[in-house]
């Protein structure tokens, strides 16, 4: 067998160690875990001592690497599981899941544009945004996209329906409302209702929950759904493909609606029966004006219905027509009933005059009927039904109370109902419970409850209420309003066939809602009883699902649901965005006055504006990051996007391994004599280097952050975190001085106004032509060096940074435009990981662990293990280069004697 | 003759005209181009293609030259940086050459570039068509050079980095001859009492790779040697070793490796050397070490920088700093007893003669003292703490006079900090204020410039020792000259390019590790020996090296000899044979073309990048249509 | 516009209704320039569409002759690009591109071509904005300066003809070949090289090179005098007549006396120079 040598980090150091190696005929797998190879060279602009294109010299090395026929590069993956000796060790390598084909994709950056995220641009130091689905640097290897999706949003995992709330979210932000109301249609049919009367779990969910208030994610459907609507932008899609197969629909209700939608889309010929003479089934007869108007209700429905979509109103099954006849002229049906019953109190006085159940109640003021209700009111229950009733004989003039068992924690309605309710006047009576409804003459006097107290929690988890003996109490009312459930109303379905659960529900096959009879499926409130209206969605798209896959012949088995997607959490968003979130406060919408919701049924809460959409949207902190609202693919050329992509794990077996993972730049904000990320106009020498570079986030211009001017005095100060024991590197970085010195000059390059002054310890300038660079700098460039320590303040006023240091002893101090901080420069993060992974040692300060660091550099205690580059102490790049060399002829010499290569 | 080549066989060219999705397409009528492509001379065929690069558009290439017996390509799409490879292994494995495809760039120049301008955007990529289309008609095929390798190297220097890299390549299976021109292995570092950073004496630590080399069946040792001439080139090298007192020896090799060292500068006239005894250089001390033969000390200083940066040479010797760190750390621990001389303790404390710091220091202090609470231990209160907390527990005075400390990286700064720990003072002078070595009753004494108090000051010590930096060896010209290898300006052999090849000469063949490349430490020079040996590895284990077929190419009838050629070529690529006519050598030439362009006699072509080639691709530009 | 009146002037070719758009052409070399021009486009960095670019491995490639060939076929401008001094993938191959630029410009000079239409360039392979930059100046510098004479006027012609065979003289690409090394590295004395005497010599020697070429260019059309060619070339006729005798001793022209005339001279037909 032919052996191999793996190689892990594709900077320099593994790009120089896998060349070597590969050009000897040895077969190479070099490991990098960010979606391009290049290193943290790939981000310097300039090389000292000559000034050298950093890219211009790097990227044909990164293409001769990728090319070669003896390496094997991966990207995005990392390395778990070593195992093995020298000659044969074991290794697994996975390959995260990029989700672009780096064969097919050409790098056009078509994608990119598409993308509504936008996230700090790692490569550029943060300083400008990037897409979700992105390259880091245009000069990337593989010259492939990588769309960067740690898991799902919280807010999409929690979406009942399925939606990527996420997505919409971002799309809004980005100002592609037309795109996000495409996407949330391909879940939720009616995006301006569902926003409106939602429970919103996605809410619940939001990470900014635990930061400030949750994105008001449903506010922001709502808005959308309107704004395009409104903006004339919402055309009804073209249907590609003319199926002739039936569908018959029984109820216009959220799931029968949505069903008939997907249905319609796919082709098919669809027809709803409805009972009653309105489309919306509970969300015309159960919600009230206002909370969600009628007009925008009939508009949604209206569009959909636009899709080829018959509706015949006033068709009750089971009464105009039966299921068998159905069934005869279609080639499936859908029950969509709904759960329009009321559920009874049973207690006694259950029918005297003046008691009106909720959902009847509801129903016959949606229908503009004259109900008569008293000047006192009571509503039984807790859930949105009583909101609802409550709010609704409020408005019509009585005095509301509502009586429900437990306390106001555990009640089901919708908060932001409650509160409605609360705020227009609507008493409560917590922990009662009616007992009898006691009459006179035949109409109601007054309730008696009984107080209740919180036992253990029942099978629900809420606590389970215990009547309190002898604490019976009366309540004088007119009117009692229960609204504690409703059922389906099956009676008159009239099939005996259809199997029934012990609940009085449809029975179906929970994977994919067929109902025992053939050809009939059900869902919405009539299988579950009574629910969300997005739950309800999804069950009609689950329906339209299995419904097109029966009718394509193909075999209607239920599919599971993956959603084994990592749900990303505060700490993975923390973690990512190297510190805390920002706290922004929640947009609240505006709400109609007090005194006028009390007399009218005009819409409470009023819809976002166009900014204060952009402005709630703009708080979203883009979890994914990826949004997944699947905009890019449609824009992909060739194809090259497949969210199905899976983390994919590689066993190697090399013969030889080679470390060469690099550093990372420490971050000088915890060291506040800098001001880093205090005051504007300091920076870290990297972010420095992207800034002067001519592909960077300035586009080479040397700017202040406070004002975009370009500054004319710059301070270079040394050292920053590294000789310094305090902060745990007493070491010396090696290449910061002549990194400053190349930095000062290439200052004075792009201006000829700008004049450097650098602070430092000890100018170490001691490789081969780095004194005469730092000559040349002072004698041409009229760069200054003070030997000195240095901190940073800032002039207020002019927001340019004041450097305290001296000389001689005394304190001295300068003003400049901007300063450049060289800071130090650490081991990665994982290095512990992988060291433990491998056996390997740590210095005290982090780096790999050469054990004869003299004659013997770069060969790790664990033989078959070499070092190359910075991960292994201090070096610059041409060091790097030539341990990489090193590394590869000790890989070299244990192929040779172990008899493969 | 490369001139009427194309006269006899009428070309027969394909063309391939990529939409890239709409990338071009979007901004350029490719239909059109394609349709123009077809009209031109000897296109025999041309189509377009949604992604030229993508499965099916490889395919039609393949299956196109096939049904129209095509004899050259032109892909027009992206760029040939990263995609000419792609489409040229295609035609490769359709059988046609890879240097008979052209490609023309219709994206990157532009139809990204000309997002507004269609119409003209088509235009030009009709004339980039036309352009490639003429270049493609004066191609020809070409091979590719493969030359034999001699599987076994050369390495010029005994010393650490030498045996580093032999005993590499020996280990890799490879025979290597070692030539070392003193009459033992060891090189600089044998001669040293102890080395940075381990307590071993440097005899103990080197000796375990000196073993390893003797041990090493794969290693012929010639020692007293020199390399007298060397003919060839990569992978056949003729080398002739002299060695003294014996017949000289022929061998062959593939690759050459450069570690042939350095020495330390002699600092005639500087700093009072040679007019006292007790100034010496730092490598006379490690010697002085050696022989146990150091005076009775009470106070040393050292002199840093004594001919480098800006005196006698320019540059940084790199190693100095850290020689006297450690240096000074094993007088202060009197390491090995090295200061037999002083071991009555007692009596060095007795004598010493401690400085009263002057008032106005004290002033300061107070302000040192405030920092250092501030910022922890800065680079001059450390200094200035030597100063205050008395004398060292050896006894002995220490002090550094240097310019700047460079100690980098994680041992040598924390071989600095343990110094200062021990009361060693670093004391900073400017260039313009170099300390003065002088006798004052006859006793030694150095008197420098306070930084910090702005004033001459004076201190007596027993001895001075100068640190002066590496210089090339005597002999680098000569080898420089028998390999064809270059000498950097400050003597030291110069590498390929100072970042990314480090340890290559631009001659491919021939490699450099250790201090003959500029001054380094035990450390760098062996991690740079064994990378030479890697790079060396290269065409050792390959046993050939195929060149592109990109190089110049000399018409033998027009060349006189003059030699301009070989001057400036910077890969030695070119060489007069016998004759007097410059040849060239394949496998060195990487075709950048100087050559071509320079030789007066317009005898020298370069293949696939001919005149005719690019004269007719750059005229078909301004063909009016 | 300014070059519309020239066009008139001197355009035979030019149809008076078609927009004069000015031909340009750009060598690139493979590794950076090549490669700023690729960010360029990667960025979509906008510029004039009338550069065509062809890529040589290195700048130091563009011979004289080919950069004063493509002068010759009737480019409005020529773009050299290459890595940035000290960048040379080839190490010092843009050090000589430089030196022979300097040569083409002093040809172009004697030719009576403005010098701006020659632009040597350093682009990185991270400068893609530069490049958009330099391309859009270039070609608004090759609009003012108008439509290029060689394809309208003869006597123009001729003249760049001239150059171009004056650059291939071997006088000038061994003085030129060696002039980089020479000031980098001193003479094969080992003596330094004053830059400024050498840069006086090339200075005589191209001027003396072109009028010899012009010379042998405008009597190879028709055997002339003296006189005749000082006229003509507004060259003081002793200097002619200098040029005339090396010519004679070279073998690269003769002279011919039509009787009754002054004597006249032609050019030697070579074989293969016809």
């Excluded at chain 1, 629900?460 to 109303?489: C, L, N, Y």
């Excluded at chain 1, 109609?592 to 949207?617: G, H, N």
């Excluded at chain 2, 907390?389 to 600095?416: C, K, Q, W």
């Amino acid at each position: 067998m032919k052996k191999s040598v793996l190689v892990i980090g594709g900077g320099i150091a593994g790009i120089q160690a896998a060349l070597d190696l590969a050009d000897k005929g040895i077969t190479v797998d070099l490991v990098e875990k960010l979606p391009s190879i290049g290193g943290r060279m790939a981000q310097l602009d300039k090389t000292f001592p000559t000034n050298d294109c950093s890219i211009c010299i790097l990227a044909p090395k990164m293409a001769d690497c990728y090319a070669h026929p003896n390496i094997n590069v991966m990207t995005y993956s990392e390395v778990k599981n070593i195992s093995g000796e020298a000659g044969d060790f074991k290794v697994d390598v996975l390959r995260k899941a990029r989700f672009v084909d780096e064969e097919k994709c050409t790098g056009c950056g078509d994608c990119f544009k598409v993308c509504p995220v936008s996230l700090p641009n790692e490569f550029d130091m943060d300083m400008r945004e990037r897409p979700a689905i992105y390259m880091p640097f245009l000069q990337s290897v593989p010259r492939a996209a990588t769309i960067d999706r740690a898991g799902v949003a919280p807010c999409s995992d929690k979406c009942p329906a399925g939606l990527s709330a996420q997505g919409y979210v971002a799309l809004i932000r980005a100002e592609k409302f037309k795109e996000a109301v495409n996407l949330i249609r391909r879940t939720i049919p009616l995006p301006s209702v569902c926003g409106r009367i939602c429970h919103h779990p996605c809410e619940e969910g939001c990470n900014r929950n635990d930061v400030d208030d949750p994105v008001a994610i449903a506010g922001l459907k709502a808005f959308v759904g309107d704004y395009v609507r409104e903006q004339g932008e919402d055309v009804p899609a073209t249907i590609e493909e003319d199926r002739k197969e039936k569908v018959a629909v029984v109820g216009a209700g959220p799931a029968g609606l949505a069903a008939a939608f997907r249905l319609a889309l796919k082709g098919f010929k669809v027809k709803i029966f409805e009972a009653t003479s309105k489309p919306g089934g509970m969300l015309w007869w159960g919600i009230p004006d206002y909370r969600l108007p009628k007009d925008v209700l009939k508009a949604e429905v209206d569009f959909l219905l636009a899709h080829g979509i018959e509706i015949e109103y006033g068709k009750t099954i089971g009464k105009d027509m039966s299921l068998d006849d159905l069934k005869k002229e279609y080639d499936a049906v859908f029950l969509a009933i709904g759960a329009h019953r009321s559920l009874k109190l049973d207690v006694p006085g259950e029918d005297l005059e003046g008691v009106v159940h909720g959902v009847d109640f509801l129903h016959k003021v949606a229908d503009k009927e004259q109900v008569k209700i008293g000047k006192k009111v009571a509503v039984i229950g807790g859930g949105n039904a009583a909101m609802d009733a409550a709010r609704t004989a409020l408005r019509m003039g009585s005095d509301v109370t509502v009586i429900y068992r437990r306390t106001r924690d555990e009640m089901p309605a919708i908060s932001a109902e409650i509160k409605g309710a609360e705020d227009e006047g609507v008493k409560f009576e917590f922990l009662a419970s009616p007992v009898k409804i006691e009459g006179k003459d035949g109409k109601i006097a007054s309730i008696e409850c009984i107080r209740m107290k919180l036992g253990e929690p029942d099978k629900s988890g809420r606590p389970r209420p215990v009547p309190v003996e002898g604490s019976e109490f009366k309540v004088e009312v007119d009117t009692v309003i229960p609204a504690v459930s409703q059922a389906p109303d099956l009676d008159t379905l009239g099939s005996k066939n259809l199997a029934v659960t012990k609940w009085n529900t449809l029975e179906v096959n929970a994977g994919n809602l067929s109902t025992n009879v053939e050809g009939v499926f059900a869902g919405g409130d009539a299988v579950s009883g009574p629910a969300s209206a997005v739950e309800a969605f999804g069950a009609g798209n689950k329906a339209a699902l299995y419904i097109e896959k029966m009718l394509n012949g193909e075999s209607i088995e239920p599919v599971p649901e993956e959603k084994d997607e990592h749900v990303i959490t505060l700490e993975d968003i923390k973690a990512r965005m190297k510190g805390e979130i920002t706290k922004s406060e929640r947009i609240l919408r505006q709400h109609l006055p007090d005194d006028k919701r009390r007399t009218s049924f005009e819409e409470v809460e009023k819809i976002f504006t166009k900014e204060e959409a952009l402005k709630e949207a703009a708080r979203c902190v883009s979890c994914g990051p990826c949004s997944q609202c699947e905009a890019c693919a449609p824009a992909c050329g060739p194809d090259a996007i497949d969210y199905n992509m899976k983390d994919q794990t590689v066993a190697l077996n090399p013969a030889a391994i080679i470390v060469a993972t690099g550093f990372d730049v420490w971050d000088p904000t915890s060291a506040s004599e800098y001001g880093y990320k205090k005051y504007p106009n300091v920076y870290t020498a990297m972010e420095y280097e992207r800034m002067i570079n001519a592909a960077g986030p300035t586009g080479g211009h040397i700017v202040r952050r406070s004002d975009g001017e370009h500054p004319k005095k710059l301070a270079f100060i040394q050292c920053v975190g590294s000789r310094n024991p305090q902060v745990g590197h007493p070491y010396c970085c090696a290449v910061c001085c002549m990194h400053a010195t190349k930095e000062a000059m290439l200052a004075r390059e792009h201006y000829e106004d700008i004049n450097s002054t650098i602070f430092y310890k000890d100018m170490r300038a001691c490789a081969k032509g780095f004194n005469e660079y730092v000559e040349r700098a002072k004698s041409d460039y009229g760069v200054s060096y003070i030997n000195s320590d240095a901190t940073v303040q800032e002039n207020a006023e002019t927001h340019n940074p004041v450097v305290v240091f001296d000389i001689g002893g005394k304190q001295q101090s300068e003003e400049f435009d901007a300063v450049v901080l060289a800071t130090t420069l650490v081991p990665r993060k994982d290095t512990v990981e992988l060291a433990e992974e491998l056996g390997l040692k740590l210095t005290e300060f982090g780096f790999f662990e050469s054990p004869d660091s003299i004659l013997d550099f770069g060969r790790s205690e664990v033989p078959g293990v070499y070092l190359a580059g910075y991960c292994a102490g201090p070096a610059d790049i041409p060091e790097s280069v030539a341990q990489g060399s090193s590394a590869a002829a000790k890989a070299a010499e244990i192929l040779a004697n172990s008899g493969g290569g | 003759m490369p001139e009427d080549t194309n006269i006899e066989k009428k070309p027969r060219i394909g063309v391939f005209i990529c939409h890239c999705g709409s990338n071009i397409g979007g901004f350029v009528d490719v239909k059109a181009v394609t349709e123009y492509a077809s009209t031109l001379p000897d296109v025999v065929y041309a189509t377009d293609n949604l992604y030229t690069c993508a499965e099916d558009g490889l395919n039609n290439i393949k299956e196109s030259i096939k049904e129209h017996n095509l004899d050259r390509v032109v892909v027009s799409s992206c760029t040939p940086r990263t995609h000419a490879p792609l489409f040229q292994r295609t035609c490769e494995a359709a059988g046609v050459n890879k240097y008979m495809f052209t490609f023309v760039n219709i994206r990157e120049h532009c139809s990204w570039v000309h997002m507004k301008e269609k119409e003209k955007a088509t235009q030009k990529a009709k004339d980039l068509v036309r352009m490639g289309v003429a270049r493609a008609r004066f191609l020809e095929p070409q091979e590719e050079t493969k030359i034999d390798v001699t599987p076994a190297a050369l390495v010029v220097g005994g010393g650490v980095a030498g045996m580093t890299a032999a005993l590499s390549l020996a280990n890799m299976g490879f025979p290597v001859h070692l030539v070392e021109k003193e009459k033992e292995l060891g090189g600089f570092v044998k001669n040293l009492h102890g080395l940075m950073m381990t307590k071993k004496s440097a005899n103990e630590a080197i000796q375990p790779l000196i073993d390893k080399v003797n041990a090493q069946k794969n290693i012929t040792q010639y020692v007293n040697s020199h390399v007298a001439t060397v003919e060839g080139f990569i992978g056949n090298y003729d080398v002739s070793i002299g060695t003294e007192g014996s017949e000289s020896k022929e061998v062959k090799v593939g690759a050459i490796i450069v570690a042939t060292g350095a020495i330390p500068l002699v600092p005639e006239g500087l700093f009072g050397y040679k007019e006292h005894p007790n100034v010496v250089t730092s490598m006379e001390f490690e010697e002085l070490c050696n022989k146990k033969e150091i005076p009775k000390l009470k106070s040393v200083a050292f002199i840093q920088c004594a001919g480098a940066r800006g005196q006698k040479v320019s540059y940084c010797s790199r190693i100095c700093c850290n020689v006297a760190i450690k240096t000074a750390i094993n007088i202060a621990e009197n390491r090995d007893n090295m200061l037999g001389a002083t071991e009555e303790k007692a009596e060095a404390e007795a004598g010493q003669v401690v400085e009263e710091p002057a008032a106005e220091m004290k002033a300061e202090d107070e302000g040192l003292e405030r920092r250092r609470r501030r910022r922890g231990r800065g680079r001059r209160e450390a200094d200035e703490a030597a100063d205050e907390g008395g004398a060292p527990s050896s006894g002995v005075e220490i002090t550094v006079f240097n310019r700047d400390v460079m100690a980098y990286g994680v041992e040598h700064e924390l071989e600095f900090n343990k110094a200062r720990e021990k009361r060693v003072k670093f004391i900073r002078y400017l260039p313009d204020n170099l300390p003065k070595v002088s006798t004052k009753d006859g006793k030694l004494e150095v008197g420098y410039f306070h930084e910090t108090l702005k004033m001459e000051r004076t201190m007596p010590v027993d001895m001075v020792i100068l640190s002066t930096p590496l210089v090339s060896q005597p002999d680098a010209a000569t080898l420089s000259q028998l390999l064809k290898v270059p000498l950097g300006q400050d003597g030291f052999f110069q590498e390929a390019h100072v970042k990314l090849r480090p340890v290559d000469f631009a001659t491919d063949g021939v490699y450099v590790c250790g201090t003959c490349r500029g001054p380094a430490d035990i450390a760098e020079a062996a991690s740079q020996a064994s990378a030479a040996a890697s790079r060396a590895a290269i065409p050792l284990a390959n046993g050939y090296v195929q060149a592109e077929a990109l190089t110049s190419r000399v018409d033998e009838t027009k060349c006189t000899g003059c030699g301009t050629c070989v001057e400036v070529c910077p890969y030695g690529a070119l060489r007069k044979n016998d004759d007097g006519i410059s040849e060239v050598i394949v496998a060195a030439c990487k075709g950048c073309g100087c050559c071509g362009a320079t030789c007066p006699e317009g005898a020298i072509t370069m293949t696939h990048y001919t005149d005719q080639q690019l004269l007719a691709e750059a005229k078909a530009a301004l063909e009016e249509v | 516009m300014a070059q519309k009146h020239h066009t008139a002037h001197h355009g035979k070719k030019h149809e008076p209704d078609k927009e004069w758009e000015p031909k340009i052409v750009g060598f690139l070399c493979n590794w950076c320039s090549y490669a700023g021009a690729d960010l360029c486009g990667v960025s979509r960095f906008q510029y004039p569409t009338n550069i065509r670019l062809v890529r040589v491995m290195c700048s130091t490639r563009v011979s004289p002759h080919l950069v004063l060939d493509v002068f010759e076929a009737g480019a409005d401008g020529i773009l050299i690009g290459g890595c940035h001094l000290n960048d040379c993938h080839y190490m010092t191959g843009n050090f000589h591109t430089e030196k022979r630029v300097e040569l083409m410009k002093r040809l172009l000079k004697e030719a009576g071509i403005d010098e701006g239409r020659l632009r040597l360039e350093w682009v990185s392979a991270s400068e893609g904005e530069k490049f958009s930059k330099v391309v859009t100046e270039f070609t608004e510098g090759i609009q003012k300066l108008g439509p290029s004479k060689v394809r309208s006027d003869d006597m123009m012609k001729a003249k760049v003809s001239a150059a171009d065979d004056a650059s291939q003289t071997f006088r000038l690409k061994a003085l030129v070949g060696k002039e980089f090394n020479l000031l980098s590295k001193g003479n094969a004395y080992g003596e330094e090289v004053d830059a400024e005497k050498l840069t006086g010599v090339i200075d005589v020697a191209t001027q003396d090179e072109f009028e010899r070429a012009l010379i042998l260019e405008l009597a190879r059309i028709r055997p002339m005098s003296v006189k005749q060619l000082g006229m003509v070339m507004d060259v003081p006729t002793d200097k002619i007549l200098r040029h005339i005798v090396l010519l004679r001793q070279n073998s690269k022209i003769a002279m011919e006396h039509p009787e009754g005339f002054t004597p006249v001279y032609k050019t030697i037909a070579i074989g293969g120079e016809q």
